[in-house]
């Protein structure tokens, strides 16, 4: 039996071999072949929408993977001691590039939030190693659109005694995620922003 690979992978290395520029374009063109979908819809916010963003089928893709940490990780100031996220959107985004911070000569340790507490053991809601108290955590989030996701990400950190400056997503539905990030002290930035996503989407012909 041969290994087939899903034609949605590309065997050109792309991810590893690109610039930044390059892997702008082509994480762009996998948003909108893989994740983007118009339709009738209902967002875990209770918002209704014309168009849909699954995320993990390109943070689980293996090239979207490394192209999003190799991005992520050109913004990501020097300082940051640990990358985190809430399960289960950001999952593969931390883990992502914190084992490709290792490659980059930069390790940094993944944290993985959950919803609810841990039901035995520690009852811990924070995975992942135990920081300093007032080490400084990026958050990252794949698709914000009222940015709630992510500031429970940040409001369990903070709680834990970290410090959390920022937060970072790949698509920015621009529905009031970057206001309320403001509004609670924190820096943000997407990767792109809904109208990237659908201008390329439109070009592509889709």
């Not at 983007?36 to 918002?47: A, K, P, R």
């Not at 399960?87 to 931390?94: Q, R």
Request: charged share 20%; proline share 3%; glycine share 8%.
């Amino acid at each position: 039996m041969t290994n087939q690979i899903p034609k949605q992978i590309d065997t050109e290395l792309w991810a590893v071999k690109a610039d930044l520029t390059g892997l702008k374009s082509h994480l762009l063109d996998l948003f909108c072949t893989l994740a983007y979908t118009e339709g009738d819809f209902v967002l875990s916010s209770g918002q209704k929408s014309s168009y849909y963003i699954n995320g993990k089928q390109v943070t689980l893709h293996p090239q979207g993977a490394v192209a999003i940490a190799r991005i992520l990780l050109s913004q990501i100031s020097s300082n940051t001691q640990a990358v985190a996220g809430l399960t289960l959107g950001a999952d593969p985004i931390v883990t992502a590039v914190s084992v490709v911070s290792v490659y980059e000569h930069r390790p940094i340790p993944a944290l993985i939030i959950r919803k609810e507490a841990k039901g035995h053991g520690t009852m811990a809601y924070i995975e992942g190693l135990t920081l300093p108290m007032g080490a400084s955590v990026v958050v990252l989030e794949d698709v914000v659109t009222t940015g709630q996701s992510a500031l429970q990400a940040v409001e369990r950190l903070t709680g834990a005694g970290y410090r959390v400056t920022e937060v970072m997503a790949l698509v920015d539905r621009q529905q009031g995620g970057e206001e309320l990030y403001k509004s609670k002290g924190l820096n943000f930035q997407s990767i792109f922003t809904i109208t990237d996503i659908q201008e390329r989407f439109r070009a592509m012909g889709k």
